[in-house]
Structure formats: C-alpha cells, structure tokens
C-alpha cells in the first residue's frame, strides 16, 4: 500500500496481516506498514440484513489522509 490509497483483503488475509504483525492495533488507530490505514467491511448484503458487521467476507484498508 505504499503508493496506493487503498487496498482490498478478505477476512482471512486481514487476520494473518495481523498476526504477521504487518497490521497493528494501536491506541492511534490501525497502522498497515507504518501507514494509518482505516478498515472497512465489505459485504454482499444489503445492511440491513446485517446482524455481525465483523462476518465480512472482504475489508478495504484505506489510507488516512
């Protein structure tokens, strides 16, 4: 994401990002690479079906400006 303002992973590649340590969880906020990144969910649903918005089955890391 050096370049990039965003980048899409599913649930699976966020949490091994995580346990990579290549994603943190700070009390600032996510760090991808040193880069504060906002994480947002990504699903085939409409929300108001929703009822877990952690159950997604892709997330978009944003770049925060």
């Known amino acids: 994401?050096?370049?990039n303002e965003e980048?899409?992973?599913?649930?699976?590649?966020?949490?091994?990002?995580?346990?990579?340590k290549i994603l943190k969880d700070t009390s600032n906020g996510w760090y991808y690479n040193?880069?504060?990144v906002e994480i947002?969910?990504?699903h085939d649903i409409e929300s108001k079906y929703l009822?877990?918005?952690t159950k997604a089955e892709k997330y978009k890391l944003v770049r925060v400006k």
């Open 1 to 3: 994401m050096v370049n």
């Open 7 to 20: 980048m899409i992973v599913s649930a699976s590649q966020l949490k091994q990002l995580f346990k990579d």
């Open 34 to 36: 040193s880069v504060k």
């Open 40 to 42: 947002i969910a990504l």
């Open 51 to 53: 009822q877990d918005i």
